[in-house]
C-alpha cells in the first residue's frame, strides 16, 4: 500500500513539475480573468481591465508568508529602475483572509510600498489564475496574455523575473 501511495505522489508531483515547467517556458498563453476586487482605498479593480500602459506583474502574498515578503521586498529596491527602464506595473495581490487583512495596510505602509496593492480575502482571484500556494508571480504583457508564472521565491528570482520583463518590453515598444 505504500509502494502505490509513494508512486501516486510521485506521479503527482511530476504532473506538478510539468505543468509549471509549461508555464515558464512559455507554452501555454492563458487571458488574465475578470475578477472584481477592491484597492486598499476601498476602490473596486476589475483584474482583466487594470489599464496600464506596461507590462503588469502580479505576485501573489500574505502578511503570514514570510517568502511572499522577501520577495515583494527585494523587488521594493529595484522597483523604481524597473519602472523607468520598462514601463512594468507591480500588483501584489494580498490573499490574507478576513482574519489577517487588517494586517495588510499595516504592513504596505510600514514597508513603504509604492505597489498597487489588491485584496482577494474570499480567493476569488487567486482560484481563477489557479494559486495553489504563495508566493506566485505571474508577467502579464500589454494584451492581457499571461506569459510567465513562477511559483515561490529564492534569491535571484527578481533576476529571472526582470529578465522576462524586458523581454515583453522590448516587442511592445516594436
Not at 16 to 30: D, P
Amino acid at each position: 500500500m505504500k509502494k502505490i501511495a509513494f508512486a501516486l505522489l510521485f506521479v503527482s508531483f511530476g504532473w506538478t513539475l510539468f505543468a509549471q515547467t509549461e508555464t515558464e517556458n512559455h507554452s501555454s498563453v492563458k487571458q488574465l480573468p475578470k475578477v472584481m476586487l477592491l484597492d486598499m482605498n476601498g476602490k473596486t479593480i476589475n483584474t482583466a481591465e487594470m489599464g496600464f500602459k506596461g507590462p503588469i506583474v502580479i505576485s501573489f502574498w500574505a502578511t503570514w508568508c514570510a517568502p511572499c515578503k522577501r520577495e515583494l521586498n527585494t523587488i521594493q529596491d529595484l522597483y523604481p529602475d524597473w519602472q523607468e527602464e520598462t514601463g512594468v506595473t507591480l500588483v501584489a495581490v494580498s490573499i490574507d483572509d478576513e482574519k489577517t487583512k487588517a494586517q495588510v495596510r499595516l504592513y504596505v505602509d510600514g514597508k513603504a510600498w509604492e505597489y498597487v496593492v489588491l485584496l482577494d480575502p474570499n480567493g476569488d482571484f487567486k482560484r481563477a489564475m489557479g494559486v495553489n500556494n504563495v508566493p506566485h508571480t505571474f508577467l502579464v504583457d500589454t494584451d492581457g496574455n499571461i506569459v510567465f508564472s513562477h511559483n515561490n521565491y529564492a534569491p535571484g528570482d527578481e533576476e529571472k523575473l526582470y529578465e522576462e520583463i524586458k523581454k515583453i518590453a522590448v516587442k511592445g515598444a516594436n
